[in-house]
Nanobody, 117 residues
Framework: QVQLVESGGGLVQPGGSLRLSCAASGSIFRFNVMAWYRQAPGKQREFVAGITSGGTTNYADSVKGRFTISRDNAKNTVYLQMNSLKPEDTAIYYC???????????WGQGTQVIVSS
């Protein structure tokens, strides 16, 4: 079984920074994609950033230049450094792990990020 545990959310003022972490445990195949999604109140869940086990990254246009995704393969942990936060970044942030093959799509429980003065 795979388990994802997120941490690092909280309340921050506009312009501030937060770093989210997601630790994966269980049967983790070495070749995978880890990503962050978010869901704001009343909106659909949307992709934020992703990173392959080889280090290739991808970002949503809305966060490019402000957010940085990284990972520590030895720890099976993915990070999301969020800078220059805006009120519209307020959402529940979810960690996602994608493994090869059917059924290899796992989600964390989510961590709340609130950007407000």
């Amino acid at each position: 079984q795979v388990q994802l545990v997120e941490s690092g959310g909280g309340l921050v003022q506009p312009g501030g920074s937060l770093r989210l972490s997601c630790a994966a445990s269980g049967s983790i195949f070495r070749f995978n994609v880890m990503a962050w999604y978010r869901q704001a109140p009343g909106k659909q869940r949307e992709f934020v950033a992703g990173i392959t086990s080889g280090g290739t990254t991808n970002y949503a246009d809305s966060v490019k230049g402000r957010f940085t995704i990284s990972r520590d393969n030895a720890k099976n942990t993915v990070y999301l450094q969020m800078n220059s936060l805006k009120p519209e970044d307020t959402a529940i942030y979810y960690c996602n792990l994608l493994l090869p093959g059917p059924g290899g799509d796992y989600w964390g429980q989510g961590t709340q990020v609130i950007v407000s003065s």
